[in-house]
């Protein structure tokens, strides 16, 4: 076991895992209808590749790629293409985001896929295509597209840390994953260290999961490459930063990432995803999530489709208590407060928690800030909660951002701690959302006079260009006009000249 | 008595020299305030503050001429800005200008007869076309400024609100009154 | 030695010249509003002040005493403390044009500033010589400068704090000002 580290503040928890770890993972049935959203992943949302009406094989692209940063979408089951519409999606706004309704046919028909050739062969850029072709992103909560991560970038990669940690409460996920598939990860992370080239690959697995520690161990003992660590439980030590200074020691820098390290973090769930990609060609269409908390009648681990309404998972472990009161898709301190069920699991869905009036209870009245301090010291980012809260509030957006606001992994420790039971983290999600907000505009404006003063100035110079023309001209006809003068008084002058000589003919001959 | 006048006309008279040696020494060029107000507004040159552009305003705003209130697509967030930035005291928008939605212009193409008129009325170049083409709106460099529905001859052109969408949707301000729950 | 430290440590922390001799209170509340400003405003103030101590001094000494002319003393020291503002006001402008549009008309204001003027005729009235005045001016200045900058600071914090609505602004300030003033009382007897 090597030295470990620990990083500032953070808090202990109660984990409340136990109440969702009592059966294994069961497969959820496909459900009557999917909603598979296109824009599911951090990026540009994907471009609808098939029309309504259209019938489609279970893994067959429907949502095709825009950008670099952005992941495709596949059909989770064989079907029908019943509409393409909005439909409210899993997000804290509730808006409503583009997605694509297929009616299962029961058959759950693959698509024909092509065996990959071996790895070890294969160019690292090539597995990262085939890897983004298969629509794998971050499964830890953040949906990143895994491609981009696993490109080194010039970097020589050290370690790749897989990321078992899973500190926050009453999410079992990762942990049953760990449990019951860990040949999937391992040989998921074999993918993965071929195509950053890394050095060693360490599984980061909290202490409060035997288990798993377990039965990874049995498979890593013979690999050299591969360590499996354990660390002390605390929230959020699953944070990639935090994470990192767990095992090393090192500190992220700030505006940096920890490519610059030479390190790469990811989550098992992603490993185990990238090897159904590479060695059974099977995209991302499914996650095991958790249905958990006390306003469920029977708590566990799924293994759901994409697409899936959470209102079908519900009824799976079996319907709300009477007193459920709360939707939660991810942790109590991460996740966000969904308006309704009919909502679709995502791949960023990694926990549905229901919550009754006892479980948030402690959010009860809100009282001023007492100054005291708490906050400050369960940071994990060292920052200033308490400072960023008065700013939030006066919204003096400079001092926001001097104070590194944007360092804020909105973990939730602060708001956790706060005596007063201030929701400071929804205060520094207004403030990062107004300073983003503030710099869109700030470019539009820039732009806009840029415009503005362009066209101000081509109207000036077309002006001055008219002027011009009439001057030439008008000099031109003066010109012409001087010329004309000129002839017509030299006419003037011949034809005087002429009956001069006339007159003077005549007279001679008179004389004569 | 004449001593001390005349020591004390000679003091004022020094004094006055300095002053004048200084007051060319330390002579103050141009205005780089006008610049930074510039920078604060938001370039929708709509002429809504009864200026003919944002420059301006900001140039009438330096001198003291006129209101801190009167930009409408600035909205609040310019108005405290400009206050901190010339320090006078923040004035709220006046009552007609705060129900101003923020719109994009879209040209309905079976009225448009393509006469440009919209064109030249653009301060942003936002319409593309020429004569007797179709016209239409860049909706990403369209302002709002609404200054092309007065020319169409046909009344073609729509102001539509902005709606909100999922990309562009920010978390609102918590509000927190004591004693409130959660 | 000794004396001049208990000069300066007098001036700035035992009798303040705003929060215990209540001087200078007019750019006191009204350049305090950002800290920016303040010290914009201490910076010219503390050059000022200690200027005109020196010149009030040398033109009490050598113009007006040999004259017989102290009856003059008033207007004579306000025209040197104008002359020094005029000046500082035109270097302000072509150094930090951005601090002189914030400080706006308190920048002239400082001719009026009572602590400017206090200052000089408190030096006579003392009977301070040379290097006393100086000293004096130099600390009277030092003192105004901490407490606008220290006073700036708070009244930023008020500014973000959620300060009932009778209370916002000038009011809340003045009564911090008040309480700044009764923790100053707790230097008396110091030195």
């Given at each position: 076991?090597?030295?470990?580290?620990?990083?500032?503040?953070?808090?202990?928890?109660?984990?409340?895992?136990?109440?969702?770890?009592?059966?294994?993972?069961?497969?959820?049935?496909?459900?009557?209808?999917?909603?598979?959203?296109?824009?599911?992943?951090?990026?540009?949302?994907?471009?609808?590749?098939?029309?309504?009406?259209?019938?489609?094989?279970?893994?067959?692209?429907?949502?095709?790629?825009?950008?670099?940063?952005?992941?495709?979408?596949?059909?989770?089951?064989?079907?029908?293409?019943?509409?393409?519409?909005?439909?409210?999606?899993?997000?804290?706004?509730?808006?409503?985001?583009?997605?694509?309704?297929?009616?299962?046919?029961?058959?759950?028909?693959?698509?024909?896929?092509?065996?990959?050739?071996?790895?070890?062969?294969?160019?690292?850029?090539?597995?990262?295509?085939?890897?983004?072709?298969?629509?794998?992103?971050?499964?830890?909560?953040?949906?990143?597209?895994?491609?981009?991560?696993?490109?080194?970038?010039?970097?020589?990669?050290?370690?790749?840390?897989?990321?078992?940690?899973?500190?926050?409460?009453?999410?079992?996920?990762?942990?049953?994953?760990?449990?019951?598939?860990?040949?999937?990860?391992?040989?998921?992370?074999?993918?993965?260290?071929?195509?950053?080239?890394?050095?060693?690959?360490?599984?980061?697995?909290?202490?409060?999961?035997?288990?798993?520690?377990?039965?990874?161990?049995?498979?890593?003992?013979?690999?050299?490459?591969?360590?499996?660590?354990?660390?002390?439980?605390?929230?959020?030590?699953?944070?990639?930063?935090?994470?990192?200074?767990?095992?090393?020691?090192?500190?992220?820098?700030?505006?940096?990432?920890?490519?610059?390290?030479?390190?790469?973090?990811?989550?098992?769930?992603?490993?185990?995803?990238?090897?159904?990609?590479?060695?059974?060609?099977?995209?991302?269409?499914?996650?095991?999530?958790?249905?958990?908390?006390?306003?469920?009648?029977?708590?566990?681990?799924?293994?759901?489709?994409?697409?899936?309404?959470?209102?079908?998972?519900?009824?799976?472990?079996?319907?709300?208590?009477?007193?459920?009161?709360?939707?939660?898709?991810?942790?109590?301190?991460?996740?966000?407060?969904?308006?309704?069920?009919?909502?679709?699991?995502?791949?960023?869905?990694?926990?549905?928690?229901?919550?009754?009036?006892?479980?948030?209870?402690?959010?009860?009245?809100?009282?001023?800030?007492?100054?005291?301090?708490?906050?400050?010291?369960?940071?994990?980012?060292?920052?200033?909660?308490?400072?960023?809260?008065?700013?939030?509030?006066?919204?003096?957006?400079?001092?926001?951002?001097?104070?590194?606001?944007?360092?804020?992994?909105?973990?939730?420790?602060?708001?956790?701690?706060?005596?007063?039971?201030?929701?400071?983290?929804?205060?520094?999600?207004?403030?990062?959302?107004?300073?983003?907000?503030?710099?869109?505009?700030?470019?539009?404006?820039?732009?806009?006079?840029?415009?503005?003063?362009?066209?101000?100035?081509?109207?000036?110079?077309?002006?001055?260009?008219?002027?011009?023309?009439?001057?030439?001209?008008?000099?031109?006809?003066?010109?012409?006009?001087?010329?004309?003068?000129?002839?017509?008084?030299?006419?003037?002058?011949?034809?005087?000249?002429?009956?001069?000589?006339?007159?003077?003919?005549?007279?001679?001959?008179?004389?004569? | 008595?004449?001593?001390?006048?005349?020591?004390?006309?000679?003091?004022?008279?020094?004094?006055?020299?300095?002053?004048?040696?200084?007051?060319?020494?330390?002579?103050?060029?141009?205005?780089?305030?006008?610049?930074?107000?510039?920078?604060?507004?938001?370039?929708?040159?709509?002429?809504?503050?009864?200026?003919?552009?944002?420059?301006?305003?900001?140039?009438?705003?330096?001198?003291?001429?006129?209101?801190?209130?009167?930009?409408?697509?600035?909205?609040?967030?310019?108005?405290?800005?400009?206050?901190?930035?010339?320090?006078?005291?923040?004035?709220?928008?006046?009552?007609?200008?705060?129900?101003?939605?923020?719109?994009?212009?879209?040209?309905?193409?079976?009225?448009?007869?393509?006469?440009?008129?919209?064109?030249?009325?653009?301060?942003?170049?936002?319409?593309?076309?020429?004569?007797?083409?179709?016209?239409?709106?860049?909706?990403?460099?369209?302002?709002?400024?609404?200054?092309?529905?007065?020319?169409?001859?046909?009344?073609?052109?729509?102001?539509?609100?902005?709606?909100?969408?999922?990309?562009?949707?920010?978390?609102?301000?918590?509000?927190?009154?004591?004693?409130?729950?959660? | 030695?000794?004396e001049y430290a208990l000069i300066l440590l007098g001036t700035v922390l035992v009798n303040n010249f705003v929060l215990v001799k209540?001087l200078g209170?007019?750019?006191f509340?009204?350049?305090?509003?950002?800290?920016?400003?303040?010290?914009?405003?201490a910076?010219?103030t503390t050059?000022?002040m200690t200027?005109?101590a020196?010149?009030?001094?040398?033109?009490?000494?050598?113009?007006?005493?040999?004259?017989?002319?102290?009856?003059?003393?008033?207007?004579?020291?306000?025209?040197?403390?104008?002359?020094?503002?005029?000046?500082?006001?035109?270097?302000?402008?072509?150094?930090?044009?951005?601090?002189?549009?914030?400080?706006?008309?308190?920048?002239?204001?400082?001719?009026?500033?009572?602590a400017?003027?206090?200052l000089?005729?408190l030096?006579?009235?003392?009977?301070?010589?040379?290097?006393t005045?100086t000293l004096y001016g130099f600390g009277a200045a030092l003192g105004f400068s901490i407490v606008l900058i220290l006073f700036?600071?708070?009244?930023?914090?008020?500014?973000?704090?959620?300060?009932?609505?009778?209370?916002?602004?000038?009011?809340?300030?003045?009564?911090?000002?008040?309480?700044m003033s009764?923790a100053f009382m707790g230097f008396a007897g110091l030195g």
């Open positions: 076991m090597s030295r470990l580290y620990k990083f500032p503040g953070g808090l202990k928890l109660a984990g409340h895992k136990t109440i969702s770890t009592r059966q294994p993972i069961s497969k959820a049935a496909i459900p009557d209808r999917l909603f598979v959203p296109l824009g599911q992943h951090i990026g540009s949302p994907a471009e609808c590749t098939v029309e309504k009406g259209q019938r489609v094989l279970k893994g067959q692209t429907i949502g095709a790629v825009t950008d670099y940063v952005a992941a495709p979408v596949h059909a989770p089951s064989s079907g029908t293409v019943v509409d393409i519409q909005k439909f409210p999606a899993a997000h804290a706004s509730s808006l409503p985001s583009d997605v694509i309704i297929i009616e299962p046919d029961g058959k759950d028909e693959w698509l024909e896929r092509e065996p990959i050739p071996d790895i070890t062969e294969m160019d690292p850029s090539e597995l990262r295509n085939l890897i983004r072709c298969a629509g794998i992103v971050g499964l830890g909560g953040a949906a990143f597209p895994t491609f981009i991560k696993l490109n080194p970038a010039g970097h020589q990669i050290s370690k790749l840390i897989l990321n078992g940690a899973e500190c926050e409460p009453y999410i079992t996920c990762d942990d049953m994953l760990m449990r019951e598939r860990p040949h999937e990860i391992i040989d998921g992370a074999k993918i993965m260290r071929h195509a950053l080239n890394a050095a060693q690959v360490i599984i980061a697995i909290e202490e409060n999961k035997p288990e798993a520690i377990a039965s990874l161990q049995a498979l890593a003992s013979e690999l050299d490459w591969l360590q499996i660590q354990a660390i002390p439980v605390i929230y959020p030590t699953g944070g990639e930063r935090q994470l990192i200074k767990v095992l090393t020691g090192k500190d992220v820098p700030s505006k940096g990432l920890p490519l610059d390290l030479g390190m790469v973090v990811s989550n098992v769930a992603t490993a185990a995803a990238v090897h159904h990609a590479i060695d059974h060609q099977q995209p991302l269409i499914s996650r095991i999530i958790t249905v958990t908390g006390s306003g469920v009648r029977s708590p566990q681990n799924f293994e759901v489709l994409i697409g899936t309404p959470i209102s079908d998972l519900i009824e799976l472990a079996g319907g709300y208590t009477e007193d459920a009161d709360r939707l939660v898709v991810g942790g109590p301190m991460m996740g966000i407060t969904l308006k309704t069920d009919a909502t679709p699991v995502v791949k960023a869905s990694n926990c549905l928690l229901v919550q009754t009036p006892p479980d948030h209870a402690g959010e009860a009245i809100i009282r001023p800030c007492i100054r005291c301090g708490e906050c400050v010291k369960v940071c994990p980012v060292k920052l200033l909660p308490q400072q960023l809260y008065w700013f939030s509030q006066a919204k003096y957006l400079d001092d926001l951002q001097s104070h590194n606001l944007f360092d804020c992994i909105e973990c939730g420790c602060c708001t956790v701690v706060c005596p007063s039971h201030i929701p400071l983290v929804q205060y520094f999600r207004f403030g990062k959302s107004e300073i983003w907000k503030k710099e869109q505009e700030t470019i539009k404006a820039d732009l806009a006079r840029e415009r503005a003063d362009a066209k101000t100035s081509r109207v000036e110079r077309i002006k001055a260009e008219k002027k011009a023309q009439h001057a030439a001209r008008a000099k031109k006809n003066a010109a012409a006009a001087d010329r004309k003068k000129e002839i017509e008084a030299a006419v003037a002058r011949t034809k005087a000249k002429k009956t001069a000589d006339i007159d003077t003919a005549i007279n001679q001959n008179t004389e004569n | 008595m004449v001593l001390t006048i005349l020591s004390l006309g000679i003091l004022a008279s020094l004094f006055g020299l300095l002053l004048g040696y200084s007051s060319v020494r330390f002579r103050v060029e141009g205005d780089p305030l006008v610049d930074k107000v510039d920078s604060l507004l938001p370039q929708t040159q709509c002429g809504q503050c009864t200026f003919p552009g944002c420059r301006p305003y900001a140039e009438a705003l330096v001198k003291g001429e006129t209101e801190i209130n009167l930009c409408v697509p600035g909205g609040e967030d310019t108005i405290t800005a400009l206050a901190e930035t010339l320090g006078r005291e923040a004035v709220p928008l006046s009552d007609e200008h705060a129900s101003h939605v923020p719109s994009l212009a879209v040209i309905i193409e079976e009225y448009c007869i393509g006469c440009t008129k919209c064109i030249q009325a653009c301060p942003v170049d936002a319409i593309v076309g020429t004569a007797k083409q179709m016209h239409t709106v860049i909706a990403e460099e369209c302002t709002g400024c609404e200054l092309c529905v007065p020319p169409c001859p046909v009344e073609c052109i729509d102001m539509r609100p902005i709606k909100p969408d999922i990309s562009s949707w920010t978390w609102p301000q918590p509000y927190v009154a004591y004693g409130a729950k959660n | 030695m000794k209540f209170l007019c750019p509340m009204g350049v305090s509003r950002k800290l920016d400003t303040a010290i914009g405003m910076l010219a050059f000022v200027l005109s020196v010149l009030s001094y040398l033109v009490n000494q050598y113009i007006l005493i040999p004259l017989d002319a102290e009856y003059l003393r008033t207007l004579s020291f306000i025209l040197v403390i104008a002359v020094i503002v005029q000046f500082t006001e035109m270097v302000i402008h072509k150094t930090s044009p951005l601090l002189y549009q914030l400080l706006g008309i308190f920048l002239p204001l400082i001719t009026t500033n009572c400017v003027l206090g000089a005729l030096n006579v009235q003392e009977e301070h010589n040379f290097v005045a700036a600071a708070m009244r930023e914090r008020l500014d973000a704090a959620d300060v009932p609505l009778p209370f916002k602004g000038s009011a809340i300030a003045l009564i911090t000002a008040g309480l009764l």
